[in-house]
């Protein structure tokens, strides 16, 4: 396959919202790669910066029928842009890919200026979404996009779903967060079978009871027992970890740099205190079951970090005119990177849910 070519732009929404496109059919919406410093139309790298829909931004046309579908990555605050490239090249042409970095987030963090100047709460992330979906309906010049969320971006794309049907095609969930609390409370579980299986004594006396973790553990440094938790949770695999195939996904991404990652930089960690407290206390069951969009799930069969067992038990009773559920087996919280043959043939599936009454 040649290589896939991409652009990038900016939208202001008074924070900068970066997105990364990687058309369908290969052709950069301006004809470059590149994009522009948001929100001072001063071109960067010889190329017009780009910004909000009506200000001069040529849209692009309906020439590629292709589904557009916007990745809203997970965290919060853990950009996941440096995947484009990986994921376009694993899905061909079946779709244009647009990567959005959050406020307070990869390239979007990059941009601001610091202290930064704006504040970052639920209610910003969910309008910065808003604006970012209207903006690529008129770029692309869709009536309705494909929403695809992985982790921490399943709880925006659900509530999205639910909220403002009539901008989706379908919805796509990857390692879809149902309830924090219960999560933390079913990884206890796993954890003590796992140490107990292995017949580890001293780890098994080490790990805190479930009710002296007293969830939640609130943002910033954890607790003492929290930490002996999630020391024995790395031990026993149950965290996401990063390989050498993700790191050459790093460095093969053309527009990756280094300060992509300024978001796990300690003095950024408060930016996001309060959507951590969000996450902390979220139960996407209390938003309710009825979708009236199409809805794919593709979980890891073994994710413990938003449990697939209670993300199968919220899909069953959610309701909505056509839904796939995909399990992948020996794969947890990230199948993209962990099963990507898996998870291509998943979202070809869930393609085929567009149209369904």
Not at 39 to 64: H, K, S, T
Request: charged share 25%; aromatic share 10%; hydrophobic share 40%.
């Amino acid at each position: 396959m040649p290589k896939p070519q991409y652009f990038e732009e900016y939208l202001n929404t008074g924070a900068p919202q970066y997105l990364l496109h990687f058309p369908a059919r290969g052709v950069p919406g301006d004809g470059v790669p590149g994009g522009g410093v948001p929100g001072d139309g001063v071109p960067r790298d010889g190329v017009p910066a780009r910004g909000v829909p009506g200000d001069g931004v040529r849209e692009e046309r309906d020439a590629d029928p292709a589904p557009v579908v916007l990745f809203v990555h997970g965290g919060p605050g853990f950009s996941e842009t440096f995947l484009g490239y990986r994921v376009k090249k694993l899905l061909g042409e079946a779709a244009t890919l647009v990567f959005w970095d959050q406020r307070g987030a990869g390239k979007s963090l990059a941009a601001s200026p610091w202290p930064v100047p704006y504040s970052i709460t639920i209610e910003d992330v969910r309008r910065d979404m808003e604006a970012v979906v209207a903006h690529l309906k008129q770029r692309y010049r869709r009536d309705k996009i494909i929403v695809m969320g992985h982790s921490w971006g399943s709880i925006l794309g659900s509530l999205h779903a639910i909220v403002h049907p009539d901008d989706l095609l379908v919805y796509i969930a990857i390692g879809q967060v149902v309830e924090m609390a219960e999560n933390e409370r079913r990884a206890w579980v796993e954890l003590r079978s796992r140490i107990t299986q292995a017949g580890n004594k001293k780890d098994l006396a080490a790990l805190p009871t479930w009710e002296s973790l007293n969830y939640p553990p609130g943002p910033g440094k954890p607790p003492p027992n929290w930490v002996v938790f999630n020391r024995l949770r790395r031990k026993y695999e149950m965290v996401v970890r990063l390989g050498p195939r993700d790191v050459l996904t790093f460095l093969r991404n053309p527009v990756f740099a280094w300060s992509d990652f300024s978001f796990l930089r300690s003095k950024v960690e408060p930016l996001r205190w309060d959507l951590v407290r969000y996450l902390e206390g979220f139960d996407l069951r209390r938003e309710g079951f009825d979708y009236q969009v199409p809805v794919a799930y593709i979980l890891g069969e073994l994710d413990t970090t938003a449990s697939a067992s209670l993300a199968v038990e919220y899909f069953e009773e959610l309701r909505a005119p056509a839904k796939l559920l995909t399990l992948i087996p020996d794969a947890g919280h990230n199948p993209i990177s962990e099963a990507p043959t898996a998870f291509a043939a998943a979202f070809h599936q869930a393609l085929g849910l567009i149209g369904e009454p």
